[in-house]
């Protein structure tokens, strides 16, 4: 069973940044970040392969970095210019096997979650 452990959630002002990491068990072909904020449903942010392609949402780009490690199967995501409509659990997520997505019913791992909280 692959193990994924986050964390770099906080609070912050908007404006502000924030760095995500999660580290995974396991090999993973895809690694990304979903969120999910209270009454909505999970939601791709961004997606990269180990050969560095990258998906991200709309509302994220230019905004947010997605990164990884592969040596270490960490994978980052910075979040700058933060608005209080990016406040959300964020969570972790790998494909050992498949592509990269931003459907969050065709991901198997998940991590725990870490908040993210941005007032504005």
């Known amino acids: 069973q692959v193990q994924l452990v986050e964390s770099g959630g906080g609070s912050v002002q908007a404006g502000g940044s924030l760095r995500l990491s999660c580290t995974a068990s396991g090999y993973s072909k895809c690694m990304g970040w979903f969120r999910q904020a209270p009454g909505t449903e999970r939601e791709g942010v961004a997606t990269m392969t180990r050969g560095g392609n990258t998906l991200y949402a709309d509302s994220v780009k230019g905004r947010f970095t997605i990164s990884r490690d592969n040596a270490a199967n960490t994978v980052y995501l910075q979040m700058n210019s933060l608005k209080p409509e990016d406040t959300a659990m964020y969570y972790c997520?790998?494909?050992?096997?498949?592509?990269?997505?931003?459907?969050?019913?065709?991901?198997?791992?998940w991590g725990q979650g870490t908040q993210v909280t941005v007032s504005s």
């Open positions: 997520a790998i494909r050992q096997g498949l592509g990269c997505t931003l459907v969050a019913r065709w991901i198997k791992y």
